[in-house]
């Protein structure tokens, strides 16, 4: 059998307002604030994960919180991230949500076959909510203002735009395995969107690809995505991704351990950053699930530091 991802593990975006952001997506969305660290590459920036209730792989939407311009939209890039509820009632539930609240929202439709809605935070991060069909588990938190049947699930499918599928697509069907599966018209009628789904498939292993020349290159500021990570069981699988990287000599980060998961990093051939990750350890293995997300938490290679990383951080609440 070929090496297999199994699906989106997570998203990572930027915001530039960490207070507004905890606000957003803990008490408009819901999610629980599973961990609550800093960029392990910048400590003067908080790196807030959002998740279900049980911090579950595949659920987790995280936030570099970054002093930037808001980013400019284009192609050569992540530009919608899917978040899967259960039922269309979900759907319409949401829909009447967001008009209460003043939240940006488009109208409820059918796309690439499943209800979906699109919506935006505050600084124009593209979302779009779809229903899965409530095949997939639900691990609701027993504290968010949300419903727990309407919950958000996790994450996928992730759209991405590019100018040129072509080596888009041999990267994603040679290297990493993905198959495609079908194409339908751009919802924003802009180009083709392509599906390419991983492992099991469905919409939380679901990786669509719009093909859109005519847009200008995207900058990246706060409201964008700064890259999408996909699953790999465990370690034995890491390395054998990093082993197949090499041997199709696409230059990468190499492993980079982030104590929660471990991690390779790569750019497709339009740029786009990727991210492979290990399901585990996960984020109890320093916080009981109980408290995830209520304390500052560092990996044991920053902790020597932990008073000079909490000076330099803005409160939050």
Known sequence: MSLQLTG???LTAITANAR????FYTQILGMRLVKKTVNQDDTTAYHLFYADGEATP???LTFFDWPVNRETRGTHSVSRTGLRVGSPESIEWWKARFGELNITSGDVIEID???SLDFEDGEGQRFRLIDDGGLAPSHPWDRSPVPAEHQIKGLGPITMSVPDITNTQSVLEQVMNMTRQRQYPSPDGDGEVHVFSMGEGGPAAELHV???PGLPAARQGAGAVHHVAFRAPDEAALHAWTERLQDF???SSGEVERFYFRSLYFREPNGILFEIATDGPGFAVDESMETLGEGLSLPPFLEHKRVQI????KPLV
């Open 210 to 212: 719009a093909v859109q």
């Open 20 to 23: 507004e952001n905890l606000r």
């Open 113 to 115: 076959g499943r209800l």
């Open 58 to 60: 595949g659920t987790d």
């Open 310 to 313: 909490e000076a330099r951080l």
């Open 8 to 10: 989106i593990h997570h």
């Open 249 to 251: 000599r696409l230059p």
